[in-house]
């Protein structure tokens, strides 16, 4: 089965549960480097998602995801805000009234998203960013699906290669957002939006293992 | 005549710096301030920016956007491409340093000066010396 539309809701439902449990980690690794509201911007954002998702659950995915995308630039107040937002409404204008996404869709769609955030960051990998965990995760899923895994497993190498870009950032020194005031002290500390990045599609793979 | 917005991550810091720019040109410029999440939360919110600079295009032929950090770039950016194509070029963002810029943005305003002509002022007031030499 591709992914449906109820797949998407329940990915968008386990990202909102995933960036609670993890909302005291997401603010303690923005407290290191940033300033400490990560977690409670990201579960903020999502939760404000989460009550008005009964509203759009019958509804095409583009609609659902650019709901998500207008509801996170109000409410998650940090760098977060415009990037996630830019993320999840650049996905939903590729998925504009679909009801389903084969892995070519979903590659398109996710492509879209993070060219989304380079053009409104204006990150590069290496940055320390959240650029880091997505694009290793984007090349790593359009690879698995060239080489015709299936889509639960392309979406699983996916997640893999968001986990290693996230630990990469780790020894980078930030050359964007409030990090990079840090200069050299920012090495040491794993950044804070890889992490949520890798939250958002690790949350994806786990929902969508069985997709085909 | 060109209308100022303040963008900044805190509502309180925002609100300061209009009231600064405010007592230097009593009412003849229009300003907005758009700061924080909401009144109460640091951060910022691109509704807010959006809101106050429908508020400055209606009042104003061009809007200055004056911002304190990264992210409220970013904000500002977004509330732009938010609002119609058309009046899009009527808002310009400001490199300005937040509060030299918008008290020195504030008086250009004032005497009728555009945004482009306001913009070169107020980026200009970074180098002002602060601390007399040897101070």
């Known amino acids: ?212 | 005549m060109v209308a100022l917005v303040i963008v900044a991550h805190s509502a309180k810091l925002a609100e300061g710096v209009k009231e600064l720019a405010e007592q230097m040109v009593r009412g003849r410029v229009p300003i907005f301030a758009a700061g924080g999440l909401d009144e109460h939360t640091l951060g910022t919110n691109v509704d807010r920016i959006c809101q106050a600079l429908e508020m400055a295009l209606a009042q104003a032929d061009e809007v200055l956007v004056l911002m304190d950090l990264g992210s409220a770039v970013m904000g500002a950016q977004m509330a732009i491409e938010m609002l119609a194509p058309e009046v899009r070029p009527r808002i310009r963002l400001s490199q300005a340093p937040l509060v030299e810029g918008a008290i020195v943005a504030a008086v250009e305003a004032s005497i009728g000066k555009t945004a482009t002509e306001i913009e070169a002022s107020a980026v200009e007031a970074c180098r002002m010396p602060k601390v007399p030499q040897g101070g």
């Not at chain 1, 909302?23 to 509201?37: K, M, N, S, V």
Request: hydrophobic share 45%.
């Open chain 1, 1 to 212: 089965m591709p992914v449906m539309r109820d797949d998407v809701v329940a990915w968008l439902e386990r990202c909102a549960a995933v960036l609670e449990e993890n909302r005291d980690y997401l603010t303690q690794l923005d407290a290191a480097i940033g300033d400490a509201d990560h977690g409670a911007n990201m579960d903020r954002g999502f939760k404000a998602f989460m009550a008005k998702l009964p509203s759009v659950a019958d509804k095409d995915i583009g609609t659902i995801l650019k709901t998500l995308g207008m509801t996170l630039v109000a409410t998650v107040g940090g760098a977060g805000g415009p990037l996630y937002g830019t993320f999840f409404l650049q996905m939903g204008v590729k998925t504009a009234n679909k009801l389903m996404l084969t892995p070519e869709d979903w590659a398109e769609a996710l492509e879209a998203g993070i060219n989304g955030v380079i053009a409104r960051g204006q990150a590069r990998p290496g940055d320390k960013t959240m650029v880091d965990a997505l694009l290793p995760a984007l090349e790593a899923f359009k690879e698995s699906i060239r080489n015709s895994t299936p889509f639960g497993k392309a979406l699983q190498r996916m997640a893999e290669a968001a986990e290693q870009g996230m630990k990469a950032t780790i020894p980078m020194v930030a050359r964007k957002g409030r990090a990079s005031y840090l200069g050299e002290r920012s090495a040491g500390h794993q950044d804070p939006g890889a992490t949520s990045s890798y939250l958002i599609l690790k949350a994806a793979a786990d929902t969508w293992a069985n997709a085909t």
